[in-house]
């Protein structure tokens, strides 16, 4: 499974990004869709999930740290997910994954990342 995302980039606290992932050649309706944060330093297992959605755009979770922040969203027609960030603040740092399942890695295939950097 190929999965491509982007869209993180520099900016300030306060501040809003928009992520997306789009996962080609797949069902994407039938499978919920997750995105987890690696923090700077962190290793790769210790990635951890920011948000997941369902397959019909339902279920939506949230990590406690970005609950009314970070909003997780999906059009199953362009096999897309996106991730709206608002109130970024520092801690928000890391490079940022998507990946098929509801906070369980189905595929053991991940993308690049998008990097995502909250600082003055």
């Known amino acids: 499974v190929q999965v491509e995302e982007s869209g993180g980039g520099l900016v300030q606290p306060g501040g809003s990004l928009r992520l997306s992932c789009k996962v080609p050649?797949?069902?994407?309706?039938?499978?919920?869709m997750s995105w987890y944060r690696q923090s700077p330093g962190a290793p790769e297992k210790e990635r951890e999930l920011v948000a997941a959605i369902l397959g019909n755009g339902g279920g939506e979770h949230y990590a406690d740290a970005v609950k009314g922040r970070f909003t997780i969203s999906r059009d199953n027609a362009i096999n897309m997910a996106y991730l709206q960030m608002d109130n970024l603040q520092p801690e928000d740092t890391g490079a940022y994954f998507c990946?098929?399942?509801?906070?369980?890695?189905?595929?053991?295939?991940w993308g690049q990342g998008t990097q995502v950097t909250v600082s003055l």
């Open positions: 050649g797949l069902t994407f309706s039938n499978y919920a």
């Open positions: 990946n098929p399942g509801y906070g369980v890695v189905i595929f053991n295939s």
